[in-house]
Protein backbone atom coordinates (compact mmCIF):
# COMPACT_ATOMS: atom_id res chain seq x y z
CA UNK A 1 0.00 0.00 0.00
CA UNK A 2 0.83 3.74 0.13
CA UNK A 3 2.05 3.80 -3.35
CA UNK A 4 2.49 7.55 -5.09
CA UNK A 5 3.49 8.15 -8.58
CA UNK A 6 4.35 10.90 -10.98
CA UNK A 7 3.95 11.89 -13.96
CA UNK A 8 6.21 12.60 -16.09
CA UNK A 9 9.08 11.03 -14.82
CA UNK A 10 11.62 12.82 -16.98
CA UNK A 11 11.01 16.25 -19.57
CA UNK A 12 12.90 18.62 -21.51
CA UNK A 13 11.56 21.66 -22.23
CA UNK A 14 12.77 25.19 -23.78
CA UNK A 15 13.16 28.46 -21.67
CA UNK A 16 9.76 30.58 -21.28
CA UNK A 17 7.69 27.42 -21.31
CA UNK A 18 5.68 26.23 -18.75
CA UNK A 19 5.36 22.30 -17.66
CA UNK A 20 2.52 20.33 -15.62
CA UNK A 21 3.79 17.51 -13.23
CA UNK A 22 1.13 15.69 -11.56
CA UNK A 23 1.09 13.41 -8.45
CA UNK A 24 -1.15 10.82 -7.70
CA UNK A 25 -1.84 8.80 -4.36
CA UNK A 26 -2.99 5.19 -5.72
CA UNK A 27 -4.35 3.63 -2.82
CA UNK A 28 -5.15 5.85 -0.54
CA UNK A 29 -7.06 9.30 -0.13
CA UNK A 30 -3.87 12.05 0.42
CA UNK A 31 -5.11 14.72 2.66
CA UNK A 32 -2.15 16.78 2.09
CA UNK A 33 0.75 16.76 -0.62
CA UNK A 34 3.99 18.16 -0.46
CA UNK A 35 6.21 19.63 -3.55
CA UNK A 36 10.39 19.14 -3.01
CA UNK A 37 12.92 19.96 -4.84
CA UNK A 38 16.11 18.49 -4.95
CA UNK A 39 19.72 19.87 -6.75
CA UNK A 40 22.16 17.63 -7.11
CA UNK A 41 24.25 16.30 -4.10
CA UNK A 42 21.80 17.86 -1.67
CA UNK A 43 18.92 17.34 0.05
CA UNK A 44 15.20 17.69 -0.40
CA UNK A 45 13.70 21.07 -0.13
CA UNK A 46 10.43 21.73 1.50
CA UNK A 47 8.68 23.85 -1.67
CA UNK A 48 4.95 23.60 -0.50
CA UNK A 49 2.40 21.83 1.47
CA UNK A 50 -0.74 21.54 -0.40
CA UNK A 51 -4.04 20.85 1.18
CA UNK A 52 -7.16 19.08 -0.57
CA UNK A 53 -9.92 22.20 -1.16
CA UNK A 54 -8.09 24.81 0.03
CA UNK A 55 -4.58 27.30 -1.35
CA UNK A 56 -0.81 25.39 -1.10
CA UNK A 57 1.16 26.91 1.46
CA UNK A 58 4.82 27.92 0.36
CA UNK A 59 7.91 27.64 2.06
CA UNK A 60 9.77 30.89 2.16
CA UNK A 61 11.87 31.98 -0.81
CA UNK A 62 9.40 29.89 -3.03
CA UNK A 63 7.47 31.64 -5.33
CA UNK A 64 3.96 31.29 -5.46
CA UNK A 65 3.50 32.56 -8.62
CA UNK A 66 6.07 30.73 -10.76
CA UNK A 67 5.25 27.49 -8.85
CA UNK A 68 1.40 27.08 -9.02
CA UNK A 69 0.05 23.91 -7.31
CA UNK A 70 -3.36 22.89 -7.31
CA UNK A 71 -4.65 19.82 -5.31
CA UNK A 72 -8.48 19.50 -6.78
CA UNK A 73 -9.07 16.16 -5.31
CA UNK A 74 -8.23 12.85 -2.59
CA UNK A 75 -5.78 11.59 -4.80
CA UNK A 76 -4.05 14.38 -7.54
CA UNK A 77 -1.94 17.43 -6.95
CA UNK A 78 0.01 19.41 -10.10
CA UNK A 79 2.76 21.15 -9.81
CA UNK A 80 3.20 23.84 -12.24
CA UNK A 81 6.19 25.42 -13.53
CA UNK A 82 5.81 28.68 -15.01
CA UNK A 83 8.40 30.40 -17.41
CA UNK A 84 10.66 27.59 -16.67
CA UNK A 85 14.62 28.83 -16.88
CA UNK A 86 17.64 26.78 -16.91
CA UNK A 87 17.90 27.48 -12.99
CA UNK A 88 14.71 25.51 -12.42
CA UNK A 89 16.09 22.60 -13.79
CA UNK A 90 15.90 19.76 -10.91
CA UNK A 91 14.60 16.93 -9.78
CA UNK A 92 10.88 17.42 -8.21
CA UNK A 93 9.16 14.82 -5.95
CA UNK A 94 6.04 14.94 -4.15
CA UNK A 95 5.20 13.15 -1.53
CA UNK A 96 1.53 12.57 0.23
CA UNK A 97 0.40 11.80 3.59
CA UNK A 98 -3.22 9.67 4.66
CA UNK A 99 -4.61 12.12 6.74
CA UNK A 100 -4.02 15.09 8.95
CA UNK A 101 -2.81 13.26 12.02
CA UNK A 102 -0.78 10.44 9.91
CA UNK A 103 2.51 11.97 9.85
CA UNK A 104 4.71 9.59 7.42
CA UNK A 105 4.90 10.53 3.83
CA UNK A 106 5.11 8.49 1.11
CA UNK A 107 6.93 9.80 -1.90
CA UNK A 108 6.58 9.37 -5.25
CA UNK A 109 9.16 8.57 -7.77
CA UNK A 110 10.23 11.98 -8.95
CA UNK A 111 10.24 13.81 -12.24
CA UNK A 112 13.38 15.23 -13.15
CA UNK A 113 13.15 18.46 -15.36
CA UNK A 114 15.90 20.19 -17.46
CA UNK A 115 15.20 23.39 -18.89
CA UNK A 116 17.36 24.24 -22.19
CA UNK B 1 22.82 26.03 13.33
CA UNK B 2 21.26 23.19 11.25
CA UNK B 3 17.74 21.42 12.31
CA UNK B 4 18.54 18.67 11.09
CA UNK B 5 22.50 17.62 11.17
CA UNK B 6 23.75 14.31 10.01
CA UNK B 7 27.14 12.74 10.60
CA UNK B 8 28.96 14.19 7.33
CA UNK B 9 30.08 10.70 5.93
CA UNK B 10 30.53 9.18 3.59
CA UNK B 11 30.51 6.21 5.71
CA UNK B 12 32.11 2.71 4.57
CA UNK B 13 31.80 -0.62 6.13
CA UNK B 14 32.41 -3.91 4.48
CA UNK B 15 29.95 -6.62 3.83
CA UNK B 16 28.48 -8.41 6.63
CA UNK B 17 29.33 -5.61 9.35
CA UNK B 18 26.92 -2.83 11.31
CA UNK B 19 26.57 0.37 9.51
CA UNK B 20 25.90 2.94 12.35
CA UNK B 21 23.87 6.61 10.72
CA UNK B 22 23.45 9.39 13.49
CA UNK B 23 21.33 12.09 13.76
CA UNK B 24 20.64 15.16 15.89
CA UNK B 25 17.85 17.69 15.50
CA UNK B 26 17.57 21.18 17.39
CA UNK B 27 13.47 21.20 18.00
CA UNK B 28 13.23 20.26 21.20
CA UNK B 29 9.19 19.35 20.99
CA UNK B 30 9.73 17.52 17.77
CA UNK B 31 7.69 14.05 18.43
CA UNK B 32 8.44 11.78 14.58
CA UNK B 33 11.07 10.65 13.77
CA UNK B 34 12.01 8.63 9.85
CA UNK B 35 14.81 7.37 8.15
CA UNK B 36 15.19 6.96 4.47
CA UNK B 37 17.15 5.60 2.18
CA UNK B 38 17.57 7.48 -1.52
CA UNK B 39 19.01 5.62 -3.90
CA UNK B 40 21.27 7.78 -6.44
CA UNK B 41 18.73 9.33 -9.19
CA UNK B 42 15.71 8.21 -7.46
CA UNK B 43 12.93 9.59 -4.81
CA UNK B 44 13.33 8.74 -0.90
CA UNK B 45 11.94 5.61 0.52
CA UNK B 46 10.47 5.37 4.29
CA UNK B 47 12.41 2.44 5.95
CA UNK B 48 11.84 3.03 9.33
CA UNK B 49 9.77 5.46 11.80
CA UNK B 50 10.30 5.58 15.32
CA UNK B 51 7.72 8.01 17.62
CA UNK B 52 9.14 7.37 21.42
CA UNK B 53 12.44 6.52 23.23
CA UNK B 54 13.94 3.52 22.99
CA UNK B 55 15.24 0.89 19.73
CA UNK B 56 12.80 -0.31 17.36
CA UNK B 57 13.46 -3.04 15.05
CA UNK B 58 12.58 -3.87 11.50
CA UNK B 59 15.08 -6.79 9.94
CA UNK B 60 18.03 -5.81 10.14
CA UNK B 61 17.06 -2.33 10.82
CA UNK B 62 17.23 -0.90 14.15
CA UNK B 63 16.13 2.97 15.01
CA UNK B 64 17.37 4.23 18.26
CA UNK B 65 15.59 7.32 19.50
CA UNK B 66 17.06 9.43 22.70
CA UNK B 67 14.21 12.58 22.97
CA UNK B 68 16.63 13.91 26.09
CA UNK B 69 19.54 14.18 23.84
CA UNK B 70 17.61 14.82 20.88
CA UNK B 71 19.44 12.03 18.84
CA UNK B 72 18.15 9.47 16.48
CA UNK B 73 20.07 6.98 14.85
CA UNK B 74 19.39 4.14 12.61
CA UNK B 75 21.69 0.53 12.85
CA UNK B 76 22.20 -2.35 9.80
CA UNK B 77 22.89 -5.37 10.71
CA UNK B 78 24.69 -7.87 8.12
CA UNK B 79 24.99 -5.12 5.84
CA UNK B 80 24.75 -5.59 2.03
CA UNK B 81 26.27 -3.70 -0.88
CA UNK B 82 22.08 -3.48 -2.00
CA UNK B 83 22.18 -1.01 1.07
CA UNK B 84 24.73 1.23 -0.87
CA UNK B 85 22.46 4.94 -0.67
CA UNK B 86 22.17 7.67 0.47
CA UNK B 87 20.28 7.47 4.24
CA UNK B 88 18.08 10.60 5.01
CA UNK B 89 17.35 11.42 8.89
CA UNK B 90 13.91 13.38 9.22
CA UNK B 91 11.79 14.81 11.93
CA UNK B 92 8.62 16.34 12.07
CA UNK B 93 6.11 17.66 14.60
CA UNK B 94 6.83 20.56 17.07
CA UNK B 95 6.83 24.15 15.54
CA UNK B 96 6.72 22.37 11.94
CA UNK B 97 3.89 20.10 12.32
CA UNK B 98 3.16 17.64 9.31
CA UNK B 99 6.51 18.76 7.70
CA UNK B 100 9.23 17.21 7.48
CA UNK B 101 12.40 18.51 8.04
CA UNK B 102 15.35 16.53 6.64
CA UNK B 103 19.07 16.46 7.09
CA UNK B 104 21.41 16.38 4.67
CA UNK B 105 22.27 12.99 3.97
CA UNK B 106 25.16 10.37 4.93
CA UNK B 107 26.42 8.08 1.91
CA UNK B 108 26.76 4.77 2.81
CA UNK B 109 29.06 2.62 1.11
CA UNK B 110 29.00 -1.34 1.46
CA UNK B 111 32.26 -3.05 -0.32
CA UNK B 112 32.33 -6.80 -0.80
Known amino acids: GAVVSQHPSRVICKSGTSVKIECRSLDFQATTMFWYRQFPKQSLMLMATSNEGSKATYEQGVEKDKFLINHASLTLSTLTVTSAHPEDSSFYIC????????????FGPGTRLTVT | QKEVEQNSGPLSVPEGAIASLNCTYS??????FFWYRQYSGKSPELIMSIYSNGDKEDGRFTAQLNKASQYVSLLIRDSQPSDSATYLC????????????FGQGTILTVHP
Open chain 2, 90 to 101: AVSGGTSYGKLT
Open chain 2, 27 to 32: DRVSQS
Open chain 1, 95 to 106: SATPGPTWDEQY
